[in-house]
């Protein structure tokens, strides 16, 4: 029998088509990509323009190649079966080239694509099985040249005039761009100030009824405040005047209009709206949001079903639904809910003009499959997201809500100023739910001056006069525009046509992994741009201002996109994007402002001697330092502060929220965990040794690793700062907040004792390089005294020593003489010493003394010391809470 190859990326995926194909087929995954550009080179033909990448085996890959190479051998028939977008055909024609060496070996590679994981979607792919499309690699490595170009060119500049460690990407930058600008909009804006008046009426002789409406107008006229959407004042000595005239005013209705109103349901989800929505209603970041679709793509295990794959493929920006798809949404809801829900036809849906339209919308793989069905086969963040999924899609084959909005005109005619002032109020009535009966659509915030959604109306068909409670009226300033968060910039890229549905997560995920930007305020919470990022943001698009242009980078998109279909030449794009690209970077290093060596003079004073400050750049950024600071001289100034103004304001409440400290799986969406291995600590999914595994990790940078320091509410003794709680490199420490204008840091120490040794130095306690614990004299380097174990200020009743050491051992707590350990030494084997050492050793006090004090601690357990987590070579050990 005939034996085939079945080649995926992810083994998650390997497990859940495997049962489709039934005997003759053996699935392997290559665990992403094979093949890619060299790391210690820029890999790209630039001499003669050819641009021809230089791929080389991916380093760590050489293992997975192999084996696959050694399955290839004995299959008949090669099927390459990675996700179907330009990333999964790349990954197909590497393995090509890995596996395909010789015409013979190459007549036996397929290409198979499915945009969902169902039984009848992989038997049919494979019956049409097809060739690599060479123009969807060409497009996916067009964009992975560009980005090398930008990346190994520009990043070099940036280590030589800011910080080495800087990089530059193509399109992180133009993100990082926006929220760059975004900040420097809110710091500019100047608050308008408006006033509002609303009157709490009721019909009159029923005081029960009572409603609210909002004043408009005047005699017609619609007031209004320059830059303010709502009517208003723009003083309170206007709005004054205007409650002064309504106390002598008669109300009444002067118009009731009614209106039917049809609102359609949504399309079904693209990536980017998906990731918007589960941001919204569900507090997903985008990297959880990717993550757990890509789970509940690639397939959960569903009781008897085995691993079913739940939705459709997630990266898309198209909201066509295929034919199959809809008449099952249409059989559940005509079944379920009734014919009143099902409208005559289809409903159908178009996309955007810049749309690539190469997938279906995010859907579930079978509409039948409720949320409530498989709830307790799913994860809690798997149910909430498949059910988002599985509403949005199910409610837009429906018909569309009916709604009645009643809309009230009401005067108020003052009889002081003889002017009548124009209220309006409005409800909304649902006649028949429709497609809300399922779904609830997510509202933005700027209908403010839309009262329908929340005032419920009395009915005033029959009412002509109304009697007034009160007035409200209202002082209000003008807000600047939100801080992007990660739903609304991703909107912003897809509006701008920056990037596309497979790059916005790892966009975001860059630019906070770089700390060019950081996120406050919670699960929702918004970016800041850090003074680095302002930096090389600034930097970047002065120099290379046609390359980091918004609408330049869209309309590289839109090429890119081109090349896919084969409408341009990939090299074409290159070369058009390359003169561009020579010419700036040539100019940039002529011209670039060198950051690291600048010292600009500024208006500020010393605080010591008076001499004017200069700006200068350090490790952790800007700072003033005096211009009267001479290098060589010891006795000169030394006078720096911080350039505060440079920095985040943190001050807004929006980040003063306690943010998401949690990390979530790319691949997966669970929350990362942290893990110790032989390099120090990194993130790791908490699948990375299931079947199948999830081999999630992350790195994580020094700084990464450390804790923000903690107050302790105790003052410095040297200078009366703050003291804080910081994490260094052999553990914590407590030390002045003034830091490094204070050096103080605090001493562990044992009150009542000197060294033993000198008499002169106090003992505190030390940690070393292996992050155990001794004890250690404060007058090192003079004194070299240490102990491993702690000492205690009491004499030992036998040799006289000046002090005992306190042991904790499985079989209780110890006071036990220094002396002691040469005695069990002699009980023992003879060791071998040199001859220094034995003559140390013969004039050496032995003394046996030895107390128990008390029993020992119970063991660490997972309550008090944290969960297990797995070390390097699958050692175990309690991860501190």
């Not at 943001?537 to 609408?551: E, G, Q, R």
């Amino acid at each position: 029998m005939s034996k085939s190859l079945v080649i995926v990326e992810s083994p998650a995926k390997a497990k859940t088509i495997e049962k489709y194909l039934g005997k003759g087929f053996e699935v392997r995954a290559s665990v992403g990509h094979i093949m890619d550009l060299p790391k210690n080179d820029i890999g790209v033909e630039l001499k003669k323009r050819t641009f021809e990448p230089e791929l080389i085996v991916s380093p760590g890959k050489e293992k997975v190649v192999e084996q696959l190479k050694r399955a290839a051998e004995k299959a008949d028939e090669i099927f390459l079966a990675p996700d179907p977008d330009r990333e999964g055909e790349a990954i197909a024609y590497h393995l090509a080239l890995q596996l395909g060496t010789s015409a013979k070996e190459r007549k036996k590679i397929h290409r198979v694509t499915f945009n969902e994981i169902t039984k009848k979607a992989v038997q049919d792919a494979f019956a049409h099985a097809r060739d690599v499309d060479q123009n969807l690699v060409y497009a996916q490595q067009t964009r992975r040249v560009l980005d090398r170009l930008v990346g190994y060119q520009i990043s070099p500049l940036l280590w030589d005039k800011v910080r080495r460690g800087l990089s530059a990407g193509r399109v992180q930058t133009v993100a990082l761009r926006l929220i760059v600008e975004r900040e420097r909009e809110i710091r500019a804006f100047n608050p308008v100030e408006y006033w509002t008046l609303e009157a709490l009426l009721h019909p009159e002789s029923q005081a029960d009824r009572s409603f609210k409406a909002r004043l408009v107008g005047i005699d017609g006229t619609r007031i209004a405040v320059d830059t303010v959407s709502a009517p208003a004042f723009a003083s309170e000595k206007e709005i004054k005047a205007a409650v002064a005239a309504l106390g002598q005013a008669s109300w009444s209705v002067a118009s009731v209009v009614k209106k039917e109103r049809r609102q359609s349901p949504p399309p079904p989800f693209t990536t980017s709206q998906l990731q918007q929505d589960a941001a919204r209603k569900l507090g997903f970041n985008v990297r959880r949001t990717m993550g757990v679709a890509q789970r509940l793509y690639e397939g959960v295990e569903i009781g008897a079903e085995g691993t079913t794959g739940l939705i459709t493929y997630m990266r898309t920006d198209s909201p066509r639904v295929a034919p199959d798809a809809i008449a099952g949404a249409r059989e559940w809801i005509g079944k379920e809910l009734g014919s009143r829900y099902l409208p005559e036809s289809p409903n159908v849906y178009k996309g955007k003009k810049d749309a690539q339209d190469a997938h279906e919308a995010i859907r579930p793989t079978d509409a039948a499959r409720t949320p409530e069905s498989i709830a307790r086969y799913l994860s809690d963040e798997q149910l909430k997201l498949y059910t988002l999924i599985w509403k949005r899609f199910v409610a837009s084959q429906m018909s569309p809500a009916q709604l009645a909005v009643t809309q009230v005109n009401i005067a108020a005619a003052s009889r002081l100023d003889k002017r009548t002032y124009d209220f309006r109020v409005s409800g909304t009535t649902v006649i028949f739910d429709g497609y809300q009966k399922i779904y609830e659509a997510s509202k933005d915030k700027k209908d403010e001056d839309d009262e329908s959604l929340a005032n419920r109306l009395p009915n005033l068909d029959n009412v002509k006069a109304l009697e007034l409670e009160k007035l409200i009226d209202e002082q209000h300033f003008t807000e600047p525009p939100p801080r992007y968060n990660e739903a609304s910039l991703v909107k912003e890229l897809e509006e701008r046509g920056i990037g596309r549905p497979s790059t916005y997560a790892s966009i975001i995920n860059t630019i906070q992994d770089r700390e060019y930007v950081v996120k406050h305020g919670g699960s929702r919470g918004r970016f800041y741009p850090t003074e680095i990022g302002v930096v090389v943001c600034d930097l970047l698009v002065k120099n290379f201002p046609y390359i980091f242009d918004t609408k330049y980078t869209a309309r590289l998109e839109e090429e890119l996109d081109d090349i896919e279909e084969g409408k341009e030449k990939w090299t074409d794009l290159l070369n058009g994007f390359y003169d561009y690209f020579e010419e700036e970077l040539k100019d940039a290093g002529k011209n670039m402002e060198d950051i690291k060596r600048m010292e600009k003079v500024t208006a500020e004073k010393c605080d010591l001697c008076g001499s004017p400050l200069v700006l200068k750049w350090g490790k952790f950024g800007s700072f003033y330092a005096c211009s009267a600071y001479n290098k060589k001289d010891p006795t000169s100034c030394t006078f720096t502060k911080e350039n505060i103004e440079a920095k985040p304001d943190m001050n807004t409440p929006e980040a003063q929220e306690a943010g998401d400290t949690e990390e979530y799986c790319e691949n997966c969406g669970r929350v990362m965990v942290l893990k110790r291995g032989p390099w120090g600590p990194f993130m790791s999914c908490p699948g990375y040794n299931e079947d199948p595994p999830c081999k999630t990790i992350r790195k994580l940078s020094q700084k990464q690793q450390q804790k923000p320091p903690e107050p302790t509410g105790e003052a410095c003794p040297a200078c009366g700062k703050p003291l804080v709680l910081r994490q260094g490199a052999y553990g914590e420490f407590v030390s002045c907040s003034g830091y490094p204008k204070c050096k103080y840091v605090k001493q562990n120490l044992i009150e009542g004792m000197k060294c033993p040794k000198c008499g002169l130095g106090d003992l505190a306690e030390r940690k070393a390089r292996r992050g155990n614990t001794f004890w250690g004299c404060t007058n090192y380097p003079k004194c070299d005294f240490t102990s491993n174990y702690k000492p205690v200020a009491q004499k030992c009743p036998e040799c006289e020593s000046p002090y005992l050491v306190e042991k904790t051992l499985k079989s209780g707590i110890y006071l036990e003489c220094p002396n002691k350990k040469k005695a069990t030494e002699e009980e023992g084997a003879p060791k071998k010493r040199g001859k220094k050492a034995a003559e140390a050793e013969a004039a050496a006090v032995v003394c046996t003394y030895s107390k128990r004090i008390g029993d020992a601690p119970p063991p660490p357990t997972a309550e008090t010391h944290g969960p297990v987590v797995e070390k390097a070579g699958n050692k175990k050990e309690l991860q501190p809470a």
